[in-house]
């Protein structure tokens, strides 16, 4: 029993590890399955990176605001010190700062609010999400004991030396002190934010009896998150076609973001409210990603140039139904702890 629990803990671990990059990186569209085995390239920053904020979310008593605060440190180091695509103007040849460059910060506040939400919401949350569906009733347990954080947290480090490394050696573009700077502090608050928001207290069961109005049910939070996730990644090109000027698309997004966090942080608090939720979130994000990613292929390149075919968009479609069988699978064993109970 002792044995089965440790091995199920560790593959939990697992599976959240490798989750991470295959949500960010490859149902985006920035690589196809012809590329899979970069995820043992990947998985020490993204995969480690979600794993340690979840169990230190997770550790401490703590819920998802903590995770959000935590995701937004990690997307601020990944973009602002390891790649420092908030500062560099040519990062992978992009120019991604063009649009809606501001001088005075060395930065596009439209390039910033995009890629800072989506590790937030995709490289983050959504893999965690879906990991904690298959979890069931250990779901906000911790899953590693302190050796297997020492190896996350090993390999973490690693992840980020290699990821500033390589951006180095593609660019030789360094950011300025003060934006280093700022980027520091930000980080700083935001971790500070996880540990002092919220408290044990907060981390209810969410299987208990709660008292007013129902919580919608869980094809109306899909439909929901797959709507607002969709207004969200299309916001800047829809304002770029229409000439609108770049804050158009920051306060789409910002609205976005709003309207979600409004809206889920008050269902959460309906009666009923409980894990298969939390995966018809996941549902809508992950399908939104695959949208975007298939998009890219059936044009024939990935979101990064490369070029594509049959076989990547076959491999797409692949990916993404595997993760959704995750996804399936959580709501199965959800729905069977609940009648257990």
Request: charged share 15%; glycine share 8%; aromatic share 10%.
């Amino acid at each position: 029993m002792i044995a089965g629990t440790f091995v199920w803990r560790i593959a939990l671990a697992v599976l959240l590890a490798a989750l991470s990059p295959i949500v960010a990186e490859f149902l985006l569209g920035d690589f196809s399955i012809r590329n899979l085995g970069l995820l043992f390239a990947l998985v020490p920053l993204y995969g480690c990176g979600a794993l340690l904020i979840r169990e230190a979310a997770r550790r401490t008593g703590r819920g998802w605001p903590t995770i959000v605060l935590l995701g937004t440190a990690f997307s601020l180091l990944e973009e602002g010190f390891l790649t420092q695509s908030l500062f560099n103007p040519n990062y992978v040849g992009q120019r991604l700062l063009d649009y809606g460059y501001i001088p005075a910060w060395g930065t596009s506040l439209n390039w910033s609010v995009f890629v800072l939400s989506i590790h937030v919401v995709w490289s983050i949350a959504t893999p965690i999400l879906i990991a904690e569906g298959v979890a069931s009733d250990r779901r906000t347990q911790p899953w590693l004991k302190t050796p297997g954080l020492l190896i996350a947290g090993l390999l973490f480090v690693l992840g980020c030396a290699a990821t500033a490394s390589y951006s180095l050696k593609s660019s030789p573009f360094v950011a300025t002190r003060p934006e280093f700077l700022a980027v520091g502090l930000l980080v700083s608050f935001a971790i500070v934010g996880a540990f002092t928001i919220g408290s044990r207290a907060d981390q209810r069961d969410d299987q208990r009896a709660q008292t007013g109005s129902s919580a919608p049910r869980t094809w109306w939070v899909f439909l929901a998150t797959l709507a607002i996730a969709i207004v969200f990644m299309m916001a800047e090109s829809l304002a770029r076609d229409r000439g609108m000027p770049p804050v158009a698309s920051v306060l789409v997004r910002v609205a976005c973001e709003a309207t979600a966090a409004v809206s889920i942080v008050r269902w959460s608090r309906e009666r009923g409210w409980g894990p298969r939720h939390y995966l018809a979130l996941s549902a809508g994000l992950t399908l939104t990603y695959a949208l975007f990613g298939l998009a890219a292929f059936l044009q024939g390149h990935t979101n990064l140039g490369a070029p594509t075919d049959r076989i990547d968009i076959a491999g797409q479609i692949v990916l993404a139904s595997a993760v959704f069988l995750l996804i399936w699978w959580g709501a199965a064993r959800s729905r069977i702890s609940s009648i257990n109970q």
